[in-house]
């Protein structure tokens, strides 16, 4: 065959099973997004879930889901913005720097099962926390920080190196160079980073299962004292999320309706998902635009 | 006009998009000779050396015709590979491939299916030696390209050009990239070649194209303002634009 | 088990790399720039998406499908292949299309000026360029596939038998301990016997660490 010939061939077998497998994989997302879509609904978003009855909702564990998102970027964005500041603008290049960025990317690639039961060792039974939401945020954030790091680090290293001299020669310090001139303009990609690990945080549940447990006990939304068990904002009481619930429905439960349950549950987590997607490529876009003019 | 060419531009017109950047150029490049395209930046000397060998395929509109050997090149139904095995194409910058020399120079004969290792190995050796390369890396052939100098990439780049045997070898600013030594080891190298091959070359060093090139076309603002001997060009030049760009006034 | 955990990674690795090498090579090489403002966003949701979403998406489709098509439950092995290679596979193609854009353009150029094809051009030159980046788009998804527990733990089955075959019920090193931590007492043999299965995930993810280390190194050379 003459090379041109191949060349066709090759082109269009490409091609061909490019969108063979773009469309595989977009219809099963549309697919799954069909099965639940039907099913959310005002009642399914607002009621408890029930153990063994049909016609459970998911408000507790969506709350859970939100909470706890909330609860670990509260302590990781401090800590990773502390990382990434001191990494990129204070470390020497030496070996101990290397080796603290070598530890964050072995950090970052634990298998997130093995994050849950260190979890589960060191805050659950060490710490004596229990199941609790606080021992989910705090293995989370273990799961979370050396990406957001990470995005930190890239967002600084963004900031021309330019602005930093021209901060230094007009007598300012490292620091004030640091807290006035570079990281607000910074700003917009660490923004952009917190979301995007903000949709990780919310999909993820094997981290979960051990630290912040697979039980949604009663509580109250009007009791908003943070200290009472019963109190929703209370970060020591053990918490489901939505997706330990669809893992769970799936693999343990024995509520009849486990099909729709889980359907209703996957769908609300993708679209959920792809709203914290949207928002950060709005806010980038936004605040690249605003920086430009 | 020279009277005999090898490649003849009859109204070549070059559109990006709806943006008509090259307007009738009507040229004849001569065989066996070095013929230069010297104007300002901007002025589509470099977007006609690569309709040449329809370089500009998938970024512009080329209308006209290209006459390589009294056949029009610039149709669909002429096979484009085939052509710019013909038609061989040097660019600015140093572009070796991540691979061994040899493998580098070979390349293009690869491409065409060429798997007999004695024939390679000889063609090698020829075209390394054309490019003056020979000398200095006959001893590492298996090592990387990326691991030679700038001028010797260079040079590397040329062999690998001229191991398919072109008849014509374009070459877009072949020496802006480099130092002034690398510059003229590559200047002496050129004058070699123009017995065997055709050579069309944009520059916008002036001394480059007094001391190399036979003939010289002048381009400014995408026309063709002058085309004669390089001698007659610089020091008698017909018009007033090319006479004012040599002197300086602008470009 | 170990078995099971290393057969469903290799077997979803080499499902995956070369379609997320086709896929790529698609949209950088091909498919005109426009295309790439619509994939980009589509593979990054992707990316994102829960893996207990894509244990379900198995359940719900994959088991089935198998079911049909072999008899028997369609939990196994087969099931968990499918569900990591759709979970790894927008990783993957995401890292590989960095790694072929990082291929100069001039590279390129260069080789369409020596009379290539465009295929030529991809096969010979971009592709091998771009071997580190491939490589380590490849240990990382096979990575990720190695500690995914609850997605595979959805599907295989979990029974502590050596399979016979691919359709049979197994467990891997991460669906027994999603199962067995909760199940067992602290301090019984069993319990830490578990514990040892969680250390041994632990090296694993280093060795791992340690492949993708290698394999972008051998590129900056």
């Not at chain 1, 990281?183 to 981290?207: D, K, N, Q, W």
């Not at chain 1, 893992?247 to 998902?273: F, Y």
């Not at chain 2, 512009?60 to 149709?75: K, L, M, P, S």
């Not at chain 2, 060429?114 to 190995?121: E, M, P, S, T």
Request: a positive charge.
């Amino acid at each position: 065959m003459s090379p041109e010939r191949i060349d066709k061939v090759a082109s269009t077998i490409i091609l061909g099973v490019a969108g063979l497998i773009g469309l595989v994989v977009l219809s099963l997302l549309i697919y799954i997004l069909a099965l639940g879509i039907p099913h959310i609904s005002w009642h399914f978003l607002t009621s408890e879930a029930e153990s063994f009855a049909a016609g459970g909702g998911i408000r507790d564990q969506l709350f859970n889901s939100l909470y706890l998102v909330v609860l670990t970027l509260i302590v990781s964005v401090p800590l990773a913005l502390w990382a990434a500041i001191y990494l990129n603008e204070y470390a020497p290049d030496n070996q101990a720097t290397r080796l603290l960025r070598l530890a964050i990317e072995v950090l970052s690639s634990l298998p997130s099962v093995v994050v849950g039961l260190f979890g589960y060792l060191v805050f659950v039974l060490k710490f004596g926390m229990d199941f609790s939401l606080l021992a989910g945020a705090l293995a989370l954030t273990i799961l979370n920080l050396p990406i957001l790091t990470r995005s930190c680090e890239d967002a600084l290293r963004q900031v021309p190196y330019l602005q930093r001299q021209a901060g230094l020669g007009l007598g300012m310090s490292k620091w004030r160079v640091t807290t006035k001139i570079v990281l607000p303009a910074a700003l917009p990609g660490i923004i952009t980073g917190a979301i995007l690990s903000a949709g990780r945080i919310f999909g993820e549940a094997a981290t979960l299962i051990y630290t912040a447990g697979q039980s949604a006990p009663l509580i109250s939304y009007t009791d908003w004292n943070p200290f009472s068990p019963t109190s929703f904002l209370n970060p020591m009481r053990p918490a489901e999320t939505l997706a330990v619930h669809i893992w769970k429905v799936n693999s343990e439960g024995l509520v009849p309706d486990a099909r729709a349950v889980s359907n209703g549950s996957a769908a609300v987590l993708i679209i959920t998902i792809l709203l914290f997607n949207l928002v950060a490529r709005y806010v980038g876009h936004r605040i690249k635009r605003h920086l430009a003019k | 006009m020279p009277t005999d060419s090898i490649l003849e531009l009859k109204d070549l017109q070059v559109f990006y998009g709806d943006k008509h950047v090259i307007h009738d150029v009507n040229l004849k490049f001569p065989p066996k000779q070095i013929t230069a395209l010297i104007g300002a930046s901007g002025s589509g000397k470099s977007t006609v050396l690569r309709s040449l060998n329809r370089m500009n395929d998938d970024l512009a509109t080329v209308t006209g015709a290209i006459n390589f050997h009294g056949v029009n090149i610039n149709q669909p139904q002429v096979n484009v590979y085939r052509v710019r095995q013909r038609i061989g194409m040097v660019f600015q910058q140093p572009t070796p491939f991540p691979m061994s020399i040899y493998e580098n120079v070979i390349y293009g004969l690869r491409l065409a299916g060429v798997k007999d290792r004695a024939v390679l190995d000889q063609r090698v050796e020829e075209s390394l030696r054309q490019a003056a390369l020979w000398d200095e890396v006959k001893d590492q052939l298996k090592a990387s390209a990326l691991a030679l100098s700038g001028g010797q990439q260079q040079r590397l780049c040329i062999a690998r050009t001229l191991a398919v045997r072109p008849e014509i070898i374009l070459m877009d600013e072949p020496t802006s990239a480099l130092d002034p030594v690398s510059t003229s080891q590559i200047e002496d190298t050129l004058v070699q070649l123009k017995e065997q091959f055709t050579i069309i070359m944009v520059t916008h060093n002036m001394q480059q194209a007094s001391r190399s090139a036979n003939w010289t076309a002048f381009m400014h603002q995408g026309h063709l303002i002058e085309f004669d001997q390089t001698a007659k060009i610089f020091m008698n030049p017909h018009e007033q634009q090319t006479a004012d760009y040599l002197s300086g006034k602008f470009g | 088990m170990i078995v099971t955990s290393f057969g469903v990674t290799l077997l979803a690795g080499a499902v995956s790399l070369p379609l997320a090498l086709v896929v790529a090579v698609a949209i950088t090489e091909i498919l005109p720039g426009k295309v790439k403002l619509v994939f980009q966003p589509l593979i990054e949701l992707l990316v994102g998406i829960p893996s207990v979403v894509y244990g379900y998406l198995g359940l719900t489709t994959i088991v089935p499908a198998l079911q049909r098509l072999f008899g028997g439950t369609g939990f196994g092995i087969l099931a968990a292949t499918g569900v990591l290679f759709l979970m790894i596979l927008p990783t993957m193609t995401s890292m590989t299309i960095d790694s072929l854009r990082a291929v100069p353009q001039k590279y390129r150029e260069a080789s369409a000026g020596l009379g290539a094809t465009r295929w030529q051009t991809i096969s010979r030159v971009v592709i091998p360029s771009a071997r580190s980046g491939i490589l380590t788009a490849t240990v990382f998804g096979m990575a990720r596939a190695f500690g995914e527990a609850l997605a595979v733990q959805m599907v295989i089955g979990n029974t502590t038998v050596m399979p016979t075959g691919l359709v049979e019920s197994a467990t891997t090193l991460t669906s027994v301990l999603t199962t067995g931590i909760g199940n067992t007492v602290m301090g019984t043999a069993e319990n830490n016997a578990l514990w040892s299965l969680a250390l041994i995930l632990l090296l694993m993810s280093l060795v791992f660490n340690l492949l993708i280390h290698l394999a972008s190194k051998k590129g900056a050379r």
